[in-house]
């Protein structure tokens, strides 16, 4: 019997032991006081072990052999060349140097968006970041594709985007408070399987659970019933996607017109309510925004609306969002509107009352927590200062010195030689791929770091493999978990895989700026120094934190809980003079001058009903009749994990599913389980069919994180819905991705079906 080995450790969706057997991983064993903790685990061993580890560095056949001036369209088809590490590290130094002298720092694009490690030493977004500040800078992303909109439009409308981030009034409170909880999006705990930067606590479903037993009155909109979790006596409206600003103007206008409305708090505590309240009632425009206007665009029942008003106007309400409302065409507009509507409630900075986002969307959103800080690692500053809205990298290499407007601002898109990407998987998380690859095809160079031949890895001139999570030392956690956990290396590097941190350093050195990158710190004086931050902040707000010898030791670090509520906006609500709001006004802004002056009008100075590109009510719904809602995979994070246990054997065919009602199947002959093919005039993917009562009709469902599998002919053979969304910024305000507003046509899949090879290592030379 080999010697049984155990080692603590977390990632994106929880924290377990590594149980390590004769040098491989054998299980990951949940962590002990994680009262629900994810299957995803189970695909961990798989992964770790699989053959698509990335085993050497490789550069792609044509552009060891031309550099700079290889065909770029040919990457993704050509074979790799293995080489040696100094090989590699060579020609990598030399391309980077090459082009800074060249082309200047801003022609190197060092983003590298995507969910790394949970580990915040070996970050490899963080460190990229800093290894490529550290020798000049780059061009940025500014935002994220989770909530990019939100992001830069809540500073102009509340002063902050921290509820976003989870920092909304707690659970504690709505057990407490709560009456009636309104959640547009719903509540999928798929999603809470999840929390950027790991947890040792998966705290929603107990969460739930006692708000369940508190006898809340939960309601969830969406367009599927998948979005009420099971147990949980939720009623569910079904919702046209794309289409809650007009159900929650609906509800403002109910409640005006039944003088419901909560005057004073919007006269004392908000600005610019009366112009909102005049378009509303249509005084403005000549429509009033009624629940039978609604209920044209949004397929909501008038009277389910003015019900629903009138019931939150009688209780103490909480209103929720999820991320995805905002995460499409513009998705300012949701989150500007359910503003409003809590405004008009009057309920903000109440306990158990007001708005909050998230609640459906990720793990620790509500969870009560001391607000001390997470374990953090510095990316440094960008001497180049220069960066893009996330979502427009395919709009910036394709239209290089071309100019596009930001939240106020206007830029021109550099001009990219080289792309650099460690811990992102921009094959997955960009939308219409199609696209993507025409402008992937532009750069000089690639470079990426990645453990596995994902979709990305294989698209670059030169993959250098990255160690995994298990492979060193790290330290992990969330600001809304109460855990910080302890990540012992409980594996060898995979063949001749390196750390991130070590791939930067030796990079550095090669350029002459080593000790601007490591501080002279190695692995294990990084993580005491981590550590030790952490610790002085803790103790400083009164925790105990012992020495890191003895955190190290134990494994993990524990916050108490707060035996105070946390209430979003409670001092401002008590007293708006002494605690104002950090927009311009101190008041929440329902009509914001800042963004009237900026002139867009993609982004109206107060919530209205503005048209996404494509929807059910658009004149190309006619051709593509069908909403595509591309959702969170409840079997993995994003493309993560993708060939492990779990996801694979979710699989139909080896294919994602796409879940479309029953009167959509009928009409198209198509039976559960059948191959389909979804598309529209970006592209076109294979997927099952999962034919159900729970899905509105005229709305198709598919998860993300399909790797993408392109056949060369526009069509991806294995169900990345990506091929089939639309690429454009939510507006000119935010840029944010514009991933849930795309129509399509569902055909049964006739002929020949051609076998899945995104799980296959591309030909090594
Ligand atoms: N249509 C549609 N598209 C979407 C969304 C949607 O709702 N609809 N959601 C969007 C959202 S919210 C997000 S956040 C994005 C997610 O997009 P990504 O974050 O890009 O997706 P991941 O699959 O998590 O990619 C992370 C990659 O990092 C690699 N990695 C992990 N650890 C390390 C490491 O230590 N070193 C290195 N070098 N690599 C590592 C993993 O192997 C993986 O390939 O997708 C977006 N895309
Ligand atoms: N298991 C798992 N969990 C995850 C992730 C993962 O990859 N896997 N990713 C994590 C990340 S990075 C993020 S950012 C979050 C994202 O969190 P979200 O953005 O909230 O997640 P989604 O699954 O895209 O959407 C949530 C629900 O919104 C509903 N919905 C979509 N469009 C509309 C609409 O127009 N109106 C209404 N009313 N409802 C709509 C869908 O039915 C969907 O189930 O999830 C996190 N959680
Ligand atoms: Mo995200």
């Given at each position: 019997?080999?010697e049984?080995?155990?080692?603590?450790?977390?990632?994106?969706?929880?924290?377990?032991?590594?149980?390590?057997?004769?040098?491989r991983?054998?299980?990951?064993?949940?962590?002990?006081?994680?009262?629900?903790?994810?299957?995803?685990?189970?695909?961990?061993?798989?992964?770790?072990?699989?053959?698509?580890?990335?085993?050497?560095?490789?550069?792609?056949?044509?552009?060891?052999?031309?550099?700079?001036?290889?065909?770029?369209?040919?990457?993704?088809?050509?074979?790799?060349?293995?080489?040696?590490?100094?090989?590699?590290?060579k020609?990598?130094?030399?391309?980077?140097?090459r082009?800074?002298?060249?082309?200047?720092d801003?022609?190197?694009?060092?983003?590298s968006?995507?969910?790394?490690?949970?580990?915040?030493?070996?970050h490899?977004?963080?460190?990229?970041?800093?290894?490529?500040?550290?020798?000049?800078?780059?061009?940025?992303?500014?935002?994220?594709?989770?909530?990019?909109?939100?992001?830069?439009?809540?500073?102009?409308?509340?002063?902050?985007?921290?509820?976003?981030?989870?920092?909304?009034?707690?659970?504690?409170s709505?057990?407490?408070?709560t009456?009636?909880?309104i959640a547009?999006?719903?509540?999928?705990?798929?999603?809470?399987?999840?929390?950027?930067?790991?947890?040792?606590?998966h705290?929603?479903?107990?969460?739930?659970?006692?708000?369940r037993?508190?006898?809340?009155?939960?309601?969830v909109?969406?367009?599927?019933?998948?979005?009420?979790p099971?147990?949980?006596?939720?009623r569910?409206?079904?919702?046209?996607?794309?289409?809650?600003?007009?159900?929650?103007?609906?509800?403002?206008?109910?409640?005006?017109?039944?003088?419901?409305?909560?005057?004073?708090?919007?006269?004392?505590?908000?600005?610019?309510?009366d112009?909102?309240?005049?378009?509303?009632?249509?005084?403005?425009?000549?429509?009033?925004?009624?629940?039978?206007?609604?209920?044209?665009?949004?397929?909501?029942?008038?009277?389910?609306?003015?019900?629903?008003?009138?019931?939150?106007?009688?209780?103490?309400?909480?209103?929720?969002?999820?991320w995805?409302?905002?995460?499409?065409?513009?998705?300012?507009?949701p989150?500007?509107?359910?503003?409003?509507?809590?405004?008009?409630?009057?309920?903000?900075g109440?306990?158990?009352?007001?708005?909050?986002?998230?609640?459906?969307?990720?793990?620790?959103?509500?969870?009560?927590?001391p607000?001390?800080a997470?374990?953090?690692?510095?990316?440094?500053?960008n001497?180049?200062?220069?960066?893009?809205?996330?979502?427009?990298?395919?709009?910036?290499?394709?239209?290089?010195?071309?100019?596009?407007?930001?939240?106020?601002?206007?830029?021109?898109y550099?001009?990219?030689?080289l792309?650099?990407?460690?811990?992102?998987?921009?094959?997955?998380?960009?939308?219409d791929?199609?696209?993507?690859m025409?402008?992937?095809?532009?750069?000089?160079?690639?470079?990426?770091?990645?453990?596995?031949?994902?979709?990305?890895?294989?698209?670059?001139d030169?993959?250098?493999?990255?160690?995994?999570?298990?492979?060193?030392?790290?330290?992990?956690g969330?600001?809304?978990?109460?855990?910080?956990?302890?990540?012992h290396?409980a594996?060898?590097?995979?063949?001749?895989s390196?750390?991130?941190?070590?791939?930067?350093?030796?990079?550095?050195?090669?350029?002459g700026?080593?000790?601007?990158?490591?501080?002279?710190?190695?692995?294990?004086?990084?993580?005491?120094?981590?550590?030790?931050e952490?610790?002085?902040?803790?103790?400083?707000?009164?925790?105990?934190a012992?020495?890191?010898?003895?955190?190290?030791?134990?494994?993990?670090?524990?916050?108490?809980?707060?035996?105070?509520?946390?209430?979003?906006?409670?001092?401002?609500?008590?007293?708006?003079?002494?605690?104002?709001?950090?927009?311009?006004?101190g008041?929440?802004?329902?009509?914001?001058?800042?963004?009237?002056?900026?002139?867009?009008?993609?982004?109206?100075?107060?919530?209205?009903?503005?048209?996404?590109?494509?929807?059910?009510?658009?004149?190309?719904?006619?051709?593509?009749?069908?909403?595509?809602?591309?959702?969170?995979?409840?079997?993995?994070?994003?493309s993560?994990l993708?060939?492990?246990?779990?996801?694979?054997s979710?699989?139909?065919?080896g294919?994602?599913?796409?879940?479309?009602?029953?009167q959509?199947?009928v009409s198209?002959g198509?039976?559960?389980g059948?191959?389909?093919?979804?598309?529209?005039?970006?592209?076109?993917?294979?997927?099952?069919?999962?034919?159900?009562?729970?899905?509105?009709?005229?709305?198709?469902?598919?998860?993300?994180?399909?790797?993408?599998?392109?056949?060369g002919?526009?069509?991806?053979?294995?169900?990345?819905?990506?091929?089939?969304?639309?690429?454009?910024?939510?507006s000119?305000?935010?840029?944010?991705?514009s991933?849930?507003?795309?129509?399509?046509?569902?055909?049964?899949?006739?002929?020949?079906?051609?076998?899945?090879?995104?799980f296959?290592?591309?030909?090594?030379?």
């Amino acid at each position: 019997m080999p010697e049984t080995q155990r080692f603590p450790s977390l990632s994106h969706w929880g924290a377990f032991t590594a149980v390590v057997e004769g040098g491989r991983l054998r299980a990951c064993e949940p962590f002990p006081h994680d009262p629900a903790p994810s299957p995803i685990l189970r695909s961990m061993p798989g992964m770790i072990h699989s053959p698509l580890r990335i085993a050497r560095p490789a550069v792609r056949q044509g552009w060891l052999r031309d550099r700079a001036r290889s065909d770029g369209s040919a990457r993704g088809s050509e074979p790799f060349v293995e080489v040696d590490w100094d090989v590699a590290l060579k020609l990598v130094s030399e391309e980077l140097a090459r082009v800074r002298s060249q082309h200047g720092d801003a022609a190197i694009f060092g983003g590298s968006y995507g969910w790394s490690s949970a580990g915040r030493l070996h970050h490899a977004r963080t460190l990229t970041h800093r290894f490529l500040n550290a020798g000049g800078g780059c061009v940025m992303q500014a935002g994220n594709y989770s909530w990019g909109a939100a992001q830069f439009l809540l500073p102009h409308v509340i002063g902050t985007y921290a509820p976003v981030t989870g920092r909304v009034t707690d659970w504690k409170s709505v057990e407490a408070h709560t009456r009636l909880f309104i959640a547009f999006g719903g509540l999928p705990l798929r999603n809470t399987q999840i929390t950027s930067g790991g947890a040792g606590e998966h705290s929603t479903p107990r969460w739930l659970e006692r708000a369940r037993r508190a006898g809340i009155e939960f309601v969830v909109i969406s367009p599927t019933q998948a979005d009420v979790p099971d147990g949980l006596p939720a009623r569910w409206i079904p919702i046209r996607p794309n289409t809650d600003t007009a159900m929650m103007l609906a509800m403002v206008h109910t409640l005006l017109t039944e003088q419901r409305h909560d005057a004073g708090f919007v006269r004392t505590h908000c600005t610019g309510f009366d112009r909102f309240a005049d378009y509303v009632l249509g005084k403005a425009d000549g429509t009033a925004k009624s629940a039978e206007w609604a209920a044209g665009i949004c397929g909501v029942p008038a009277d389910v609306m003015r019900e629903l008003a009138r019931r939150a106007a009688s209780v103490r309400t909480l209103i929720t969002c999820t991320w995805s409302l905002q995460r499409a065409h513009r998705g300012e507009q949701p989150y500007w509107a359910v503003i409003a509507l809590a405004a008009a409630l009057g309920q903000v900075g109440l306990p158990g009352g007001g708005f909050a986002f998230g609640h459906g969307s990720m793990n620790g959103v509500g969870n009560p927590r001391p607000g001390v800080a997470a374990p953090e690692m510095s990316a440094g500053r960008n001497p180049t200062g220069r960066s893009i809205p996330v979502a427009r990298i395919a709009d910036m290499l394709l239209h290089p010195g071309e100019p596009f407007e930001f939240n106020g601002k206007r830029d021109t898109y550099p001009d990219i030689r080289l792309v650099y990407w460690a811990g992102g998987n921009p094959f997955h998380h960009h939308q219409d791929l199609n696209r993507l690859m025409r402008a992937w095809s532009r750069p000089e160079t690639i470079i990426v770091h990645e453990s596995w031949w994902t979709p990305t890895a294989r698209r670059a001139d030169i993959v250098l493999p990255a160690t995994t999570t298990l492979e060193r030392n790290d330290i992990g956690g969330s600001s809304r978990d109460r855990f910080v956990l302890a990540m012992h290396q409980a594996l060898p590097p995979h063949v001749h895989s390196r750390n991130d941190f070590d791939i930067y350093r030796e990079l550095a050195a090669m350029a002459g700026y080593e000790a601007a990158f490591t501080e002279g710190r190695d692995e294990s004086q990084w993580l005491r120094h981590i550590y030790g931050e952490l610790a002085a902040n803790w103790r400083e707000a009164g925790f105990d934190a012992p020495d890191f010898e003895a955190f190290w030791q134990a494994g993990f670090l524990e916050l108490p809980e707060p035996s105070r509520e946390f209430v979003l906006f409670e001092d401002f609500r008590r007293d708006p003079q002494a605690h104002p709001l950090q927009t311009p006004s101190g008041k929440i802004e329902i009509y914001s001058e800042r963004i009237a002056a900026f002139g867009y009008d993609d982004c109206p100075p107060h919530p209205a009903w503005v048209e996404p590109v494509e929807w059910l009510g658009a004149a190309a719904s006619a051709r593509y009749p069908l909403h595509l809602v591309t959702s969170q995979p409840g079997d993995k994070l994003h493309s993560q994990l993708d060939a492990g246990e779990v996801s694979v054997s979710a699989k139909i065919h080896g294919r994602e599913r796409v879940h479309m009602s029953e009167q959509d199947a009928v009409s198209r002959g198509i039976a559960n389980g059948d191959l389909v093919r979804v598309f529209n005039d970006r592209g076109a993917c294979i997927a099952a069919a999962v034919v159900s009562a729970g899905v509105m009709p005229g709305v198709a469902i598919m998860s993300t994180g399909a790797w993408f599998d392109p056949d060369g002919a526009a069509l991806d053979r294995h169900g990345n819905p990506n091929v089939l969304t639309v690429d454009v910024g939510t507006s000119r305000l935010t840029q944010a991705p514009s991933a849930l507003s795309a129509l399509v046509d569902i055909r049964k899949w006739e002929g020949e079906v051609p076998p899945v090879r995104a799980f296959e290592v591309p030909q090594l030379v």
